[in-house]
């Protein structure tokens, strides 16, 4: 936690100031003058953005260029710019202005938005296609404002505040010859030290400008001594660290899948190269976006570096008519001294308070049952009646109806895009099925995929042209099927249409919204050519306007978002599914790499986790079902199997693991999420734990590896305990100091056998 009292002393004794610059002619805003986390220094021409414990600032030069000075640890509102170097580097170019001056260079000096054709040859962060087909963009400083509260972006995800929680500092930019001007937008938010960023792109002038290119964020260092770290791997595997040194050049990861991709995630890490869990700077950046992204850190020779992210500039080209301004997606930052659990802990507590809307905020989420892997297409009401009848027995109290349900669907084949139900499977329709799932005691959850069409299907025999296609060229299909275009608001309305007559014809409590491709044949019959350039991120707005829809009509509704599992797992797809279907995977020693590298950025809360059947369906791999429960406890919690065929032992313990996710739901939902041990390093265990806000509580869970002969006598160092405190560990009669647990660690017993688990409960003594 972010030491308030400290904080609260800093914020009476900052002098604040804010106001409107000499000569500024655009500042339409309404200025405050208390605004607190954000201090603009008129002399120094300098704005600092303060949250608890870091400072972020920026500088506007005497060419009105607007020059990044620092972001880091806390430091104060004491300009920074004596870091900045300037020196004669050849070739690197120099603005007409500075006449003879040759060690000014837009090619040196770190930018807070990086343009493109004048003289700096680092990543742009925007590229315009102007009128006379040049491709430049000068921006000059033009004035600020500053707002309390946080900013809002029309019809894209955002973090959101309350007025007192964050501030809003806006700088208008210009460039008067090409009349385009930027709005970048800075989030302030003080006690979960997140930075968010977005910019607009306005046109002023009098004709079309295509944008090729427009990143959220841009962030200058003057070092490059660093390790990137991005979330790569594969669908049942995603999110799996990857760290690498930074070295010359351009290096990134990104999507043109339509979606942000099992393949990498966009989010990532930069940070000192001795950086681990509780030592070294690190900089963790998300960008709020479930389309293509890009994330690129290029290296400059002279010990700089700067990262860029940003919708990925592959086929995007936006057409800006006169007067017509474009608003990137959001992207956020968190800036750790002390390692990666600390930036971890930020952003977890960021995205809970300020960026999921969950309908279970304040209560408990119940825990959940769904049909897929143990009937996958091949069920009939009664077989759902009698996993769920099973289930209730044992404290589960929602079923979730998974693919199958609808059109004709007995595989995945045929059925997608016809939205109502199957007689022949639930002849008693929804509300039949639901009535009697209700008479259990058990809320009723469905799952839809309406972001997709099949050719069988009653949608694509009428509306063939419906889907994103080439003219002239087949599309490809991907598990069989092929994307309707979203980016069209009659193909939305007609898809939200039967999904409201559905979702209003029984109590559904639960939606589980499915996404099974990627995007192909990205052409829209909507759109003029030169605008087809729009039409990945139009798809994505589309997602969003439909998912706000479905919130807005069904404001108690949980949604939950899947995409092949964790194929759209993103800050985007969170302001909207406060929780995420994590991986098609389900093995639980699979799921403890995956669930270990999410982790990085998002918290417990968002990872949909269940105990499925043994052998895996996924890798055939048996562990025992304790260790799958604990596996599966540490994010949002259900089952993924058929009760009946458990035995009654299974089925005791099953009942056990519900009653004890219930009881402490909020610690390890709400509370501090630690990460005792790496996966993909250890394959000895892996352990992580979870501390109450109050450190009164934690849960610690560790699973084994292969069995070995002759094991090492290992200790298991707890984090964020009260050393001054004394624990009991599951009701014990010994009362362990907290001081002692975290720095001799807890002596672990003996295991037999492979894939064994241990949870302990640790509670405080007054
Ligand atoms: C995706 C999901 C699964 C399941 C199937 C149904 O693969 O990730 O959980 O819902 O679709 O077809």
Redesign the pocket.
């Known amino acids: 936690m972010p030491d308030l009292r400290v904080c609260a002393r800093r914020l009476t004794a900052r002098q604040v100031v804010s106001g409107r610059l000499p000569g500024m002619t655009y500042n339409k805003a309404k200025l405050y003058k208390e605004c607190l986390m954000i201090v603009y220094d008129e002399q120094n021409q300098t704005f600092t953005l303060h949250t608890c414990n870091t400072t972020y600032q920026m500088k506007v030069d005497h060419y009105q260029v607007l020059v990044h000075t620092y972001y880091g640890p806390y430091v104060g509102d004491n300009s920074l710019s004596h870091c900045l170097r300037c020196a004669d580097r050849d070739f690197s170019p120099n603005p007409n202005e500075a006449g003879n001056d040759r060690t000014y260079s837009l090619d040196i000096i770190p930018q807070e938005y990086s343009t493109c054709g004048v003289g700096d040859f680092r990543l742009p962060s925007v590229e315009p296609e102007l009128p006379d087909g040049s491709h430049t963009l000068d921006l000059r400083y033009l004035g600020y404002t500053l707002q309390k509260g946080k900013y809002t972006l029309p019809d894209l995800p955002a973090f959101y505040s309350a007025e007192e929680e964050a501030e809003t500092l806006t700088l208008y930019l210009e460039d008067a010859s090409a009349q385009i001007e930027t709005a970048l937008y800075f989030g302030v938010f003080e006690k979960s030290d997140l930075i968010t960023r977005a910019v607009r792109i306005i046109n002023r002038g009098k004709e079309t400008v295509r944008l090729h290119r427009c990143a959220s964020l841009c962030l200058d260092f003057l070092r490059a001594d660093m390790d990137l770290i991005t979330f790569n791997a594969h669908h049942l595997m995603e999110r799996c660290p990857d760290r690498a040194p930074l070295r010359s050049g351009i290096q990134s990861v990104g999507s043109v899948r339509g979606i942000s991709s099992h393949q990498h995630n966009p989010f990532v890490i930069l940070c000192d190269q001795n950086a681990d869990e509780y030592h070294g700077l690190c900089y963790g950046a998300m960008l709020l976006y479930s389309g293509n992204f890009e994330a690129a850190v290029e290296c400059s020779p002279f010990e700089s570096s700067r990262l860029v992210m940003g919708i990925h500039p592959y086929h995007f080209c936006w057409s800006l008519r006169p007067g017509e301004s474009f608003t990137t997606p959001e992207a956020a930052l968190v800036c750790s001294p002390d390692g990666f659990t600390q930036m971890s802990q930020q952003f977890h507590r960021a995205i809970r308070d300020h960026l999921l809307r969950d309908p279970y905020s304040h209560r408990r989420k119940p825990v959940l049952i769904?049909n897929?892997e143990a009937t996958y297409f091949d069920f009939t009401a009664e077989k759902l009646v009698d996993i769920a009848n099973e289930a209730s027995a044992l404290g589960i109290e929602l079923f979730v109806m998974?693919?199958g349900w609808f059109g004709v669907r007995d595989d995945?084949s045929s059925g997608l895009g016809d939205w109502q139900v199957n007689k022949t499977k639930l002849p008693d329709g929804l509300e039949g099925l639901v009535s009697r799932i209700n008479s259990l005691g058990m809320s009723f959850g469905i799952?839809v995929?309406p972001e997709m069409v099949n050719e069988n299907s009653a949608l694509y025999r009428e509306h063939p042209d419906w889907i994103l296609h080439v003219p002239g060229r087949a599309p490809a299909r991907g598990r069989g099927q092929f994307v309707l275009d979203f980016s069209r608001k009659d193909v939305r309305d007609h898809i939200y249409g039967q999904l409201k007559t559905i979702f209003s014809s029984a109590p559904v409590t639960y939606v589980?919204w499915?996404m099974?491709r990627s995007l192909t044949d990205v052409w829209s019959d909507a759109l003029p050519p030169q605008r087809q350039g729009e039409v990945y991120h139009r798809y994505v707005l589309g997602v969003y306007d439909i998912l706000e829809r479905l919130r807005t009509d069904y404001p108690h509704m949980l949604i939950e978002g899947?995409?092949?599992?964790g194929g759209r797992f993103d800050g985007g797809m969170l302001y909207y599914t406060p929780q995420i279907?994590c991986s098609?995977d389900s093995d639980a020693i699979d799921r403890l790499k995956i669930q270990y590298g999410t982790s990085f950025c998002y918290p417990p809360c968002t990872m949909g986790a269940h105990v499925s059947a043994v052998p895996n369906e996924q890798n055939g791999r048996i562990t025992p079902l304790e260790t799958r429960g604990i596996v599966a406890m540490s994010g949002a919690f259900g089952y993924e199997m058929d009760p009946g065929k458990c035995s009654p032992e299974e089925k005791e313990i099953i009942r056990r693991q519900v009653a004890w996710y219930q009881t402490h739901y909020e610690l390890i939902c709400r509370g501090d999420y630690y990460r005792l041990g790496d996966p993909f390093a250890n394959n000895l265990f892996t352990a992580w734990e979870h501390v109450s806000e109050d450190k009164r509580q934690a849960v610690v869970s560790l699973v084994t590896g292969s069995v070995r002969p002759s094991p090492p006598y290992s200790r298991l160092c707890l984090k964020g305990l009260d050393p001054s405190l004394q624990y009991r560990i599951n009701g014990s009669e010994t009362l362990y100091s907290g001081g002692a647990l975290m720095q001799a660690g807890y002596p672990l017993p003996a295991f037999s056998g492979d894939y064994q688990a241990i949870q302990l409960y640790l509670e405080a003594q007054s």
């Open positions: 769904n897929w998974d693919d995945d799952w995929e589980k499915d099974n899947c995409c092949g599992g279907w098609d």
